[in-house]
């Protein structure tokens, strides 16, 4: 059975609070290296064959934390970039849905996925045939910085389990 662990990226630092989506320059913080130290050492043992993530900095840093702790490579992929501003849910949902369908097909039976939390909601809430609008609610599909789900595609469909939370740590 595949298994395909999502990874929200860790803490980004950010001290003047800004809407920073696409924007570059946004690295993790000393809360987001932890975060995503945590998230590797959960996903040691896991057998995990490769780490894909998006292109955005703060994705890129966890996915080479999660990568270089498990001794995994690494594969950027633009389809899982952040949720731009000119994109609408539909937009997001069908990009993030290929991505999915690629990897469903693809030679790996287990994968991390190092992302952002919208555009992993929205692929969590199309694959169980759910509301997009719910990515607004924040208790639907939860995922904290440095979380993990596990997805298990099958042929009844696809279970959701929210395996990992990081512990807070003093900064």
């Given amino acids: 059975m595949q298994e395909i662990y999502l990874v929200r990226h860790g803490t980004v630092q950010n001290p ?3 809407e920073y989506r696409r924007q570059q320059g946004f690295p993790l913080s000393g809360r987001g290296v932890s975060e995503s ?7 040691k043992g896991r057998a ?19 990568a270089s702790s498990l001794g995994l490579p690494e594969v950027e992929s633009p389809q899982i970039n952040e949720w731009d501003q000119n994109e ?14 690629t990897l469903y097909a ?5 994968l ?18 759910r509301k ?15 979380g993990v789900w596990l997805l298990r595609p099958g042929p009844d469909g696809t279970t959701f389990e929210n395996v990992f939370t990081p512990m807070a740590e003093p900064e």
């Fill in 132 to 146: 997009l609008s719910e990515v607004y609610k924040p208790d639907v599909f939860p995922l904290e910085p440095g």
């Fill in 48 to 66: 995990i064959d490769a780490v894909y993530h998006s292109p955005l900095e703060r994705c890129v840093q966890t996915a080479s934390i999660i």
């Fill in 88 to 101: 609408s849910l539909r937009d997001v949902q069908a990009r993030m849905n290929t991505f999915y369908m």
């Fill in 106 to 110: 693809g030679p790996y039976d287990r």
């Fill in 16 to 18: 003047q609070g800004v």
């Fill in 37 to 43: 130290q945590q998230a590797a050492r959960f996903l």
């Fill in 112 to 129: 991390a996925v190092v992302s952002h939390r919208d555009p992993l909601r929205v692929l969590m809430l199309s694959l169980a045939g």
